[in-house]
């Protein structure tokens, strides 16, 4: 990966962790390092922030 793909996909993990974590800081089924059962929101976001963080720190 180049520094410019590097830089973006670091983005958009970022972006995807504080999204999820301000569904949770809404959410009462949800919690900082899991989504509620039933929560369909919650479970998109943190799968999401799950995919790009793995392609984040696997590309490391």
């Known amino acids: 990966m180049t520094g410019r793909q590097t830089s973006d996909l670091y983005r958009r993990y970022m972006a995807a962790t504080a999204a999820?974590?301000?569904?949770?800081?809404?959410?009462s089924a949800c919690t900082t390092t899991d989504p509620?059962?039933?929560?369909?929101?919650?479970?998109?976001?943190?799968?999401?922030?799950?995919?790009?963080?793995?392609?984040y720190l696997n590309q490391q």
Do not use: M, V
């Open 20 to 27: 999820y974590r301000e569904h949770a800081a809404a959410c």
């Open 36 to 55: 509620g059962p039933g929560c369909q929101a919650g479970a998109r976001l943190y799968e999401s922030f799950s995919t790009l963080q793995a392609a």
